[in-house]
């Protein structure tokens, strides 16, 4: 019995560590054996080796740790701006079905339209550097985010607005106590989508208006013609990535969401 | 006014233009079990939704005496909550945190929960589910219970416990009951007196009252003289007797 959790539990660790790491492995294997073949010109397949080395270079000048620090306080300023409004406007749109005819067309209409279309306003209103960026990000994040409240506070089951009146639940404590945590899963699973589009967003936004951070630093790279550097910015935006995923994902195991994920 | 807890006089109503109610009139005893039988559709729970006052009728007087609280047919639990969170929100009125604590105790042990305390409705079989929405229910100094059709989603033995279940925590804790059912045996094992509905819209068709003592089996002969005859009642009795004689 214990000897059978015991194996059971190597088994899980070889399969979550061992078995990925094994994959990176290969695919580095892979990559340094097609840039040893020169299928492309050196400077434009660069070998994991210079890669390593450009790391070296940008850890020590400390620029990459600047870029970095710049992306993540933009994503977080962009992202927590919008989460904090449309939580409010999500409510009202789920709540009040003439609010909700009144503004659907209007929030659908600047979901469908990319972020990135809003890249020459965001200059000219916002010049370089932070503030554009933080626009995109929110104008990428917003209004999905509307939608997904709105959604979650339609759907809720109308016993429990029944219970909540007969145990004495009104207004803010309605809110608090009733409507929230009914639709905290959904808004979780909202959060880990528009997370990862405001971390694609963010690389691009700062592309173009950006005079620091991940993207720019790809755009930099490519403007120099230092591809070992550009894989660099795109190794550290592939893990940040993932890491921004498995910390959200951490918030679907809190014990009074659960349930939004067992049925 | 009267003492009942429940009187409806004259009751009539209607969701637009087609009518539920017509001029149904209904008094209830003080730690009576009513049970409501009748077709699907026929108005049951729109009944209860009356007797609680979460509508009101189109015309007709209803009288209500104390508190009701209402247990519902599936899932009024709410699943961010632990099972004695979902219990204490039956006990928010009480101010004294000694007398809460001492109250939970009580309650988890009636319905025989005591080492779920800490569970989430989702980790809890239906039965169990519903045993903790008749605890929140019956939390603090309700005088009424209306229950719409809570063991209806339950398969045939636990709804069986289930009964056995309700009977002890009533003889412990003794409350006015309505509880509708579509189960006429269910009726037929319970309730004090049953009152059977026709279709839409609904009238009273008859009304039995059944003397034995609780708790009752299935197979005790008034329980099947009074199934017997609510059978006749709704006309399904000659139905019956073809299925007995396929088996
Ligand atoms: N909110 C409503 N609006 C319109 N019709 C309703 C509404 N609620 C119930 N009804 C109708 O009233 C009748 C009685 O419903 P209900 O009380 O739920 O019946 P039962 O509980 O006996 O199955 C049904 O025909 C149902 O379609
Ligand atoms: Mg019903």
New binding site residues.
């Given amino acids: 019995m214990f000897e059978s959790r015991l194996v059971k539990e190597e088994s899980s660790f070889i399969r979550t560590y061992i078995f990925p790491l094994g994959v990176a492995l290969a695919f580095i294997a892979l990559w340094g054996t097609l840039s040893a073949l020169h299928l492309f010109p050196k400077s434009a397949f660069p070998s994991p080796m210079d890669v390593l080395v450009g790391f070296r270079e940008e850890i020590v000048s400390g620029r990459l740790w600047n870029d970095l620090v710049a992306s993540l306080f933009r994503v977080s300023m962009g992202f927590v701006l919008a989460v904090v409004l449309s939580v409010p406007l999500g409510l009202l749109l789920g709540h009040a079905a003439s609010a909700r005819e009144a503004l659907l067309p209007a929030v659908n209409f600047f979901r469908s339209l990319s972020p990135l279309a809003w890249i020459p306003f965001a200059i000219l209103w916002f010049g370089v550097g932070d503030l554009p960026v933080v626009f995109l990000i929110f104008m990428a994040t917003f209004f999905s985010l509307v939608l997904a409240v709105m959604a979650a506070v339609a759907n809720i089951p109308s016993v429990f607005f029944r219970v909540a009146a007969d145990y004495g639940f009104r207004g803010w404590s309605l809110l608090w106590n009733v409507t929230l945590p009914a639709i905290m899963p959904q808004i979780i699973t909202a959060l880990r989508v528009t997370a990862g589009v405001a971390w694609l967003v963010v690389v691009a936004a700062e592309m173009i208006a950006g005079r620091d951070g991940l993207g720019f630093a790809i755009w930099d790279a490519r403007n120099g013609l230092r591809t070992d550097l550009l894989v660099c910015g795109m190794i550290v935006i592939g893990i940040i990535g993932v890491l921004l995923d498995r910390l959200l994902v951490r918030l679907t195991h809190l014990p009074n969401v659960r349930w939004g994920y067992e049925r | 006014m009267s003492d009942k807890p429940l009187s409806l006089i004259n009751v009539s109503h209607a969701?637009?233009t087609?009518a539920?109610f017509e001029e149904l009139s209904v008094e209830i005893e003080r730690g009576e079990f009513v049970a409501v039988v009748?077709?699907?559709?026929?108005?049951?729970?729109?009944?209860l939704?009356l007797l609680s006052g979460f509508l009101r009728p189109t015309s007709g007087v209803i009288n209500r005496q104390g508190t009701t609280r209402m247990v519902y047919q599936s899932d009024g639990l709410f699943p961010w909550l632990t099972v004695k969170e979902n219990i204490a929100l039956g006990l928010r009125h009480l101010r004294d945190e000694k007398a809460r604590r001492a109250q939970m105790k009580d309650l988890l042990e009636l319905i025989r929960l005591d080492g779920f305390a800490g569970h989430y409705p989702h980790q809890l079989s239906g039965g169990m589910r519903q045993r903790v929405e008749l605890a929140r229910a019956l939390a603090g100094e309700t005088d009424v219970l209306l229950m719409?059709?809570p063991f209806s989603s339950l398969d045939y033995q636990t709804r069986l416990r289930m009964r056995r279940m309700l009977v002890r925590v009533l003889t412990e804790r003794p409350r006015t009951v309505v509880f509708?059912t579509?189960d006429i045996e269910e009726a037929a094992q319970l309730a004090d007196r049953i009152l059977v509905?026709s279709e839409?819209p609904a009238h009273l068709i008859k009304e039995l009252r059944v003397g034995v003592e609780r708790p009752r089996d299935p197979t005790h002969p008034t329980v099947v003289s009074t199934v017997k005859t609510i059978l006749d009642e709704l006309g399904l009795r000659e139905d019956a007797r073809e299925l007995s004689a396929v088996k």
């Fill in positions: 969701y637009g087609s539920v009748g077709p699907s559709g026929c108005g049951k729970t729109t009944l939704n719409d059709e509708v579509h509905l839409r």
